[in-house]
């Protein structure tokens, strides 16, 4: 079993700037993809980023995965010795406003597992 914790949202106005923090434990080694989703009021979830390994552990040609809204504003990185995955959000807006909730997949017996961490909170307003 994998758990996920986030950390890192809060308050910020138009412009502002935000970096969520998701530290997974547990089976952490059968990960091979860690992401951010979001869910605000009324809305249905969306993929906000992703960081997909390749061939190598240590990610070192992993893929990352940007919805359209956030591309150019929001970036993924995670740090492996800590198993631990960051947003950085830059240029935020009140319509990126909502849950952040971390996601991890898995694979047991060749078949995939997300995981989900309980989501913190990002209020964007002036």
């Known amino acids: 079993q994998v758990q996920l914790v986030e950390s890192g949202g809060g308050l910020v106005q138009p412009g502002g700037s935000l970096r969520l923090s998701c530290v997974a434990s547990?089976?952490?080694?059968?990960?091979?993809?860690m992401g951010w989703y979001r869910q605000a009021p009324g809305n249905q979830r969306e993929l906000v980023a992703v960081m997909t390994r390749g061939r190598y552990t240590n990610y070192a040609d992993a893929s990352t995965n940007y919805a359209d809204s956030v591309k150019g504003r929001f970036t993924i990185s995670r740090d492996n010795a800590k198993n631990t995955v960051y947003l950085q959000m830059n240029s935020l807006q009140p319509e990126d406003t909502a849950v952040y909730v971390c996601n991890a997949r898995g694979a047991v017996d060749g078949y995939a597992k997300d995981y989900w961490g309980n989501g913190t909170l990002v209020t964007v307003s002036s």
């Open positions: 547990g089976s952490t080694f059968s990960i091979n993809a």
